[in-house]
């Protein structure tokens, strides 16, 4: 009998997602610094993460090469920079800490929540809630990394839009929150729902 044809650990996605685990340091020690310059290529960083972040899962479903690996690490990767970009920035007051502590604290007991839901052969599947608090999260912390103003189009003596990136990202951080406590206690909801039967 012939063995069924496995895809390999390191393909394509998976690269993907391994670079965006090794951009935490570098983003970390960018993060040392509260400058500008420092912001601006934080979030150049964090903005080319995200985006590996959707194309790995296009390349992974495209090729036909979702493995366990892959479907394990993807999430991992996509909390650990958010948990850092939020994180490095605190010290700088660029975020209120509750905001952080509710966001992380919703991604560990919902990782928990799957890891135990897997452990009884159940799948909880994702719900939209929980992909426009992704976007929301992606687009907040941008802004907080930015956190400066920036001048948008003609110079900076005539501006034609001046936007204060740090106000920006609090607005999303606010949406962000607000959708996080929502969907995690939907699936909360779900997750007893299932679990009780």
């Not at 590996?52 to 690996?69: C, E, K, S």
């Not at 426009?132 to 941008?142: E, R, Y």
């Not at 930015?146 to 106000?167: E, G, I, K, Q, R």
């Not at 609090?170 to 406590?181: K, Q, S, V």
Request: glycine share 6%.
């Amino acid at each position: 009998m012939m063995s069924k044809p496995h895809s390999p650990i390191l393909n394509a996605p998976n690269i993907l997602t391994l670079l965006r685990i090794a951009a935490i340091p570098l983003l970390c020690v960018l993060l040392l610094s509260p400058s500008r310059d420092s912001g601006f290529w934080a979030a150049a960083l964090f903005s080319a993460a995200s985006f590996t972040d959707w194309l790995d899962g296009y390349l992974a479903r495209r090729m036909g090469i979702v493995t366990v690996f892959g479907q394990f690490l993807d999430p991992i990767a996509d909390k650990l920079i958010v948990m850092a970009a939020l994180i490095m920035i605190l010290p700088y007051d660029r975020a209120p800490a509750w905001m952080v502590l509710v966001i992380l604290g919703r991604e560990i007991i919902i990782t928990g929540l799957r890891g135990i839901a897997s452990q009884e052969g159940i799948v909880i599947a994702a719900s939209q809630l929980g992909k426009f608090k992704t976007i929301f999260q992606l687009v907040a912390i941008i802004g907080l990394l930015l956190h400066y103003d920036y001048h948008w189009f003609f110079s900076v003596d005539h501006p034609l839009l001046v936007a204060n990136m740090h106000n920006v990202g609090m607005f999303y951080l606010w949406i962000a929150t607000i959708i996080t406590i929502w969907s995690g206690v939907d699936y909360l909801y779900k997750f007893m729902k299932v679990i009780v039967k």
